[in-house]
Nanobody, 123 residues
Framework: VQLQASGGGLVQAGGSLRLSCAAS????????MGWFRQGPGKEREFVAT????????YYPDSVKGRFTISRDNAKNTVYLEMNSLKPEDTAVYYC?????????????????WGQGTLVTVSS
């Protein structure tokens, strides 16, 4: 699976952005997909996961209610809708694929990664 993330940019606090992750490869629709982020000087952090069918999702408390992950298996694409953005959401955002389950939050267990897209939230 090859992944290409896009949609990052500069936004003011309280604003919104939608990230996309385009995948190639036949196994995309069978995999749990995740979004992670890495801020300056920080470790890579789990943001969201979505089941292979798109029915189930999982978020950490830091983004729950503000971020929404979704997928369109017909288009081989995963999305991350981010609302009510805060300066602390500033990071490079990565999409990733795993063969493990929905609650796989450790980036170590993701075997395919996109190149990352930068999100900057100004105060």
């Amino acid at each position: 699976v090859q992944l290409q993330a896009s949609g990052g940019g500069l936004v003011q606090a309280g604003g919104s952005l939608r990230l996309s992750c385009a995948a190639s490869g036949r196994s995309f629709s069978n995999r749990v997909m995740g979004w992670f982020r890495q801020g300056p000087g920080k470790e890579r952090e789990f943001v969201a996961t979505i089941s292979s069918t798109g029915i189930r999702t999982y978020y950490p408390d830091s983004v729950k209610g503000r971020f929404t992950i979704s997928r369109d298996n017909a288009k081989n694409t995963v999305y991350l809708e981010m609302n009510s953005l805060k300066p602390e959401d500033t990071a490079v955002y990565y999409c990733a694929a795993t063969t493990l389950g929905l609650r796989t939050t450790n980036p170590y267990y993701y075997d395919y990664w996109g190149q990352g897209t930068l999100v900057t939230v100004s105060s």
